[in-house]
Nanobody, 126 residues
Framework: QVQLVESGGGLVQAGGSLRLSCAAS????????VGWFRQAPGKEREFVVA????????YYTNSVNGRFTISRDHDKNTVYLQMNSLKPEDTAVYYC???????????????????WGQGTQVTVSS
């Protein structure tokens, strides 16, 4: 079992930055792909970004490409999401998710992830 805990959310003005963390406990998730998803009120949970187990491959949805950066620290069992140039449309609850990584997986699908955190709220004011 892998338990995930997100932190780092908050209220920020448009153009500001936040760094989210996804810390794993229970077991090492070094072999796990990790994705960040977000859900705004009244909307479906959507893919934001993902990173492979090695950190060698990253995937971004178009709306955040160039503004968000995902990274991982295996020693700390933590994945980070650096969010810059935030926009009001980035407002949502952000969830991290993890799943055993394998070649050819689809990192963008919610159904591909077994383990989920409880979410952290990000609010961007205009």
């Amino acid at each position: 079992q892998v338990q995930l805990v997100e932190s780092g959310g908050g209220l920020v003005q448009a153009g500001g930055s936040l760094r989210l963390s996804c810390a794993a406990s229970g077991r090492s998730f070094s072999n796990y792909a990790v994705g960040w998803f977000r859900q705004a009120p009244g909307k479906e949970r959507e893919f934001v970004v993902a990173i492979s187990w090695s950190g060698g491959s990253t995937y971004y949805t178009n709306s955040v490409n160039g503004r968000f950066t995902i990274s991982r620290d295996h020693d700390k069992n933590t994945v980070y999401l650096q969010m810059n140039s935030l926009k009001p449309e980035d407002t949502a609850v952000y969830y991290c998710a993890a799943e055993w990584d394998y070649s050819g997986r689809d990192y963008t699908k919610k159904s591909q992830y077994t383990y989920w955190g409880q979410g952290t709220q990000v609010t961007v004011s205009s």
